[in-house]
């Protein structure tokens, strides 16, 4: 696949990394000369120096040929201006971050529609939506849906004190429905087997029905009392995104935000109705101990500092908060954010470009989770008529290692498969599997894909 990529930022680079260790035919429009020498020296792509809204720039990028033009400048305009051209020049599939909430929030006309944009990325809108899904499960460290809702997929940590410490798997309680679909164990991600014993510090991806995720944790001994009280670090979009969806959720929570840029307070201020806006720097431990933040339930660090979001996670876990999510927006951080102690990391730049890679795979897939520092994904796709898989027991396929069917869904129905159960035409599959099977899955599940 041929992909064209406007801006060298960080999430622009992340995709460009993860296209480029495909073997995807990628270009990337840039104009910093700074960043195209970061490039040119750490990828193996093709750099073209010049604006993503230029014709002659594009074409000399190879728009005519392209697949698909994922735009991620730092300014809206020139993304959406440049998905219309490439619509224009006939690129099939076309991705624009948009960052502002007065392009998101119009009502008169789609922007899709207007612009010729198949995704409107927003990375602050995907992470606030993160947190909060969190702040609805606050026991799970991370939290997907799939199948429009029907399954759940949460990331959970097996404590010291936990029932399944030096389990195995196969002799788990099983009676409800359940799949533990992976394992994460000191940075590495393991596709586990009936033998396979856990270990405190262990972070498993349990899959589930929704509407059973709660039978099945309380049979596995995670239990957590419900968020009422939420302190948010950062009055950024993130920050207000997260407010805004928290106080229309139900049961109602309580919300703070610190914010230390006395404007943005203010405007903030304004457009939450429920939500307390506090002017103050979250990094002063006074003003935390005099804002009584140990008694929150919940404690989200999302300013674009880094070190600060790591700071003062730290403080409120010293100060009694119950749980932590701090967002890193540095990769090379993550490490020393996962040895702290702090509760859920976040990355906007690797929930964006899960959000866009669905769109690179092939075949019908729905949706793409990139899970771990290996980038292993949970995929989402249809199984396609004429395809390798169907009509035959699960134990009779020819699986590749490292990879595992979750779920099945068939007719609205949610199936958690075992040995014995059957792919059928249009059977929408939860996949896990680590980098070095993606392919191998989507051929499989291709229509007339090849032997693997």
């Known amino acids: 696949m041929k992909v064209i990529i406007i801006g060298a930022g960080k999430i622009g680079f992340t995709i460009a990394q993860l296209l480029s260790n495909e073997n995807h035919d990628v270009v990337v429009i ?22 993503g809204s ?23 305009e020139l993304n959406m201006v440049a998905c219309l051209l490439a619509k224009r020049y006939g690129v099939k ?11 998101l929030e119009v009502k008169a006309f789609s922007l899709n529609e207007v612009m010729g944009i198949d995704l409107i990325i927003n990375p602050e809108r995907v992470t606030a939506i993160e947190i909060s899904q ?3 499960n606050p026991e799970a460290m991370n939290i997907d849906y799939y199948a429009d809702g029907k399954v759940k997929l949460m990331e959970l940590e097996i404590k010291a004190d936990s029932p ?14 359940y799949n533990i679909v992976a394992i994460a164990r000191q940075h590495r991600m393991i596709v586990p087997r009936g033998d396979e014993t856990l270990r405190a510090g262990d972070h ?16 596995l001994g995670f239990v957590s009392p419900r968020v009422e009280q939420v302190t ?27 914010e230390k840029d006395p404007t943005r307070a203010r405007k903030i201020s304004q457009r939450l109705s429920s939500t307390l806006v506090i002017h103050g720097d979250g990094s002063d431990y006074q003003l935390l101990e005099e804002e009584n933040i140990g008694s929150s339930d919940l404690f989200v660090a999302v300013t674009d500092d880094d070190k600060i979001n790591l700071l003062c996670s730290l403080i409120a876990r010293n100060l009694g908060v119950k749980k932590t999510v701090c967002q890193i927006k540095r990769t090379d951080v993550l490490p020393l954010a996962e040895q702290l102690g702090i509760d859920t990391i976040l990355n906007p ?3 964006t470009a899960g959000a866009i890679m669905k769109y690179v795979r092939e075949g019908d897939i729905l949706s793409v989770t990139l899970m771990g520092e290996e980038r292993a994904e949970m995929l989402e796709l249809l199984a396609q008529p004429g395809s390798l898989v169907l009509n035959k027991e699960l134990c009779q396929l020819s699986f590749p290692n490292g990879s595992l069917i979750g779920a099945i869904v068939r007719n609205d129905q949610v199936i958690i498969p075992d040995g014995k159960s059957i792919i059928q035409p249009y059977d929408r599959l939860m996949v896990f599997s680590l980098p070095q099977s993606i392919h191998k899955i989507e051929k499989l599940f291709k229509r007339g894909g090849n032997k693997i």
Not at 93 to 103: D, I
Not at 204 to 219: F, P
């Open 93 to 103: 599939t076309t991705v624009a971050r948009v960052r502002n909430p007065e392009y």
């Open 164 to 177: 399944l410490r030096d389990k195995r798997i196969r002799e788990l309680d099983n009676s409800a429905p």
């Open 30 to 51: 840039e104009q910093s000369s700074e960043r195209q020498q970061i490039l040119d020296e750490t990828l193996d792509i093709q750099v073209i120096s010049g604006s």
């Open 204 to 219: 498993i991806h349990l899959l589930a029905r929704s509407n059973d995720m709660s039978k099945v944790e309380k049979l």
């Open 54 to 76: 230029s014709t002659s720039v594009l074409e000399s990028a190879g728009v005519h040929e392209a697949d698909m033009l994922v735009a991620v400048t730092e300014f809206d």
């Open 349 to 351: 730049r690797v929930l």
């Open 134 to 136: 969190i702040a609805r």
């Open 232 to 258: 948010i670090l950062g009055g950024g979009r993130t920050g207000y995104f997260l407010a805004q969806i928290l106080e229309n959720s139900k049961p109602a929570m309580s919300i703070k935000i610190i």
